[in-house]
């Protein structure tokens, strides 16, 4: 059993109009004793930016901007720029978030060299619509989850399936924090589970190369629902983290229950060389929503692991609270290895 303590909200809405509604799903960067912290600022309307605050140690914020960090641009992320990782390769922030139209939710890109001025990319997740993503994937046969053709099944049934302009929703990007086998290595989810795809350049993620990739997507499935806790869906949520024992991946995992859906934060455990082969994952919840700040928002009963920092053997999560708050946990990290090591 992995003992978890929570330290309660850091973050809540203000009164400025960018953040009115929400502050939640933070991408953090560790700068050793300074925690950089690129939330999800929501104003009325349901309009996202991303906000920024500073601590000192994991806890402490000793600065937040009066503004947003990363603003709405372009028409792919005119209704928001929402849920931002954070890594750092080499000399280069790399930004991956959700950008939504109003309609699409897609994973998009910036870079930055001071976490200051960013440079976007644009989508860089496949620009297919359902049509052309359900033949592509009838390609995998019985191998792929059937759950893999519930959009495409929901949207005929209310006569949406021939929208050529609504496209395949994929979000929660995630890049691993160094390239792997020179490569980067980055997280997508296409609902129902989590995938891996590797590439040189991002300006190599063409509609060719995700049509290929969709027609092989059972190699590229990292992990796909299993159990109870995350029966419906899942999805990654912190950069992976480096250890000895394998790639430790916290993400969460949404139950359906008679009342609603649960998020709960899930932990698993992936090889170090080929991080799309599983070694193991919790069975149980790492942590799931129990107080009151978790079970009533803006979205009840969501705790949405989204950013990690590090200090000793604490690992600090970071995690949006009912799409309303962003708040923290702490596990020791030798701990939970222990625990993935030991699952059956």
Same mark, same amino acid.
């Given at each position: 059993?992995?003992?978890?303590?929570?330290?309660?909200?850091?973050?809540?809405?203000?009164?400025?109009?960018?953040?009115?509604?929400?502050?939640?799903?933070?991408?953090?960067?560790?700068?050793?004793?300074?925690?950089?912290?690129?939330?999800?600022?929501?104003?009325?309307?349901?309009?996202?930016?991303?906000?920024?605050?500073?601590?000192?140690?994991?806890?402490?914020?000793?600065?937040?901007?009066?503004?947003?960090?990363?603003?709405?641009?372009?028409?792919?992320? #005119?209704?928001?720029?929402?849920?931002?990782?954070?890594?750092?390769?080499?000399?280069? *922030?790399?930004?991956?978030?959700?950008? *939504?139209?109003?309609?699409?939710?897609?994973?998009? %890109?910036?870079?930055?060299?001071?976490?200051?001025?960013?440079? #976007?990319?644009?989508?860089?997740?496949?620009?297919?619509?359902?049509?052309?993503?359900?033949?592509?994937?009838?390609?995998?046969?019985?191998?792929?989850?059937?759950?893999?053709?519930?959009? *495409?099944?929901?949207?005929?049934?209310?006569?949406?399936?021939?929208?050529?302009?609504?496209?395949?929703?994929?979000?929660?990007?995630?890049?691993?924090?160094?390239?792997?086998?020179?490569?980067?290595?980055?997280?997508?989810?296409?609902?129902?589970?989590?995938?891996?795809?590797?590439?040189?350049?991002?300006?190599?993620?063409?509609?060719?190369?995700?049509?290929?990739?969709?027609?092989?997507?059972?190699?590229?499935?990292?992990?796909?629902?299993?159990?109870?806790?995350?029966?419906?869906?899942?999805?990654?949520?912190?950069?992976?983290?480096?250890?000895?024992?394998?790639?430790?991946?916290?993400?969460?995992?949404?139950?359906?229950?008679?009342?609603?859906?649960?998020?709960?934060?899930?932990?698993?455990?992936?090889?170090?060389?080929?991080?799309?082969?599983?070694?193991?994952?919790?069975?149980?919840?790492?942590?799931?929503?129990?107080?009151?700040?978790?079970?009533?928002?803006?979205?009840?009963?969501?705790?949405?692991?989204?950013?990690?920092?590090?200090?000793?053997?604490?690992?600090?999560?970071? *995690?949006?609270?009912?799409?309303?708050?962003?708040?923290?946990?702490?596990?020791?990290?030798?701990?939970?290895?222990?625990? %993935?090591?030991?699952?059956?």
């Amino acid at each position: 059993m992995v003992t978890v303590e929570k330290h309660g909200i850091i973050l809540s809405p203000t009164n400025r109009e960018f953040e009115n509604n929400g502050v939640l799903n933070p991408g953090i960067y560790q700068e050793g004793n300074t925690v950089h912290i690129l939330y999800r600022a929501v104003q009325e309307g349901n309009l996202s930016t991303i906000g920024y605050a500073k601590t000192e140690g994991p806890l402490k914020i000793v600065e937040r901007r009066d503004h947003p960090l990363i603003i709405r641009d372009f028409d792919y992320e #005119k209704q928001g720029v929402e849920d931002a990782r954070v890594v750092k390769i080499e000399d280069t *922030y790399y930004i991956t978030y959700t950008a *939504y139209d109003g309609i699409n939710a897609m994973g998009a %890109l910036a870079t930055s060299k001071d976490l200051i001025h960013f440079e #976007k990319h644009g989508i860089i997740t496949p620009k297919i619509n359902y049509q052309e993503y359900e033949r592509l994937v009838l390609c995998c046969g019985s191998k792929l989850n059937p759950k893999y053709h519930h959009y *495409y099944k929901l949207f005929a049934q209310i006569g949406l399936v021939d929208d050529e302009f609504r496209l395949l929703r994929d979000k929660d990007l995630a890049l691993f924090p160094r390239k792997i086998n020179g490569k980067f290595a980055l997280l997508h989810r296409i609902w129902p589970g989590i995938q891996i795809v590797y590439f040189d350049h991002w300006k190599d993620l063409t509609k060719p190369f995700w049509e290929h990739y969709l027609e092989n997507l059972t190699d590229y499935i990292v992990l796909d629902p299993k159990g109870v806790f995350e029966v419906n869906y899942i999805g990654a949520g912190s950069p992976p983290i480096e250890t000895p024992d394998g790639w430790l991946m916290i993400y969460h995992g949404v139950q359906e229950t008679a009342t609603g859906t649960i998020y709960h934060a899930k932990a698993a455990l992936l090889q170090l060389d080929k991080p799309e082969n599983e070694i193991a994952r919790l069975e149980l919840p790492l942590f799931s929503p129990t107080r009151q700040w978790e079970i009533e928002g803006e979205v009840s009963d969501v705790v949405f692991p989204t950013g990690h920092a590090l200090f000793g053997d604490d690992l600090y999560i970071y *995690y949006g609270a009912a799409d309303k708050h962003v708040a923290v946990a702490k596990t020791n990290i030798n701990e939970l290895l222990h625990e %993935l090591r030991i699952q059956p």
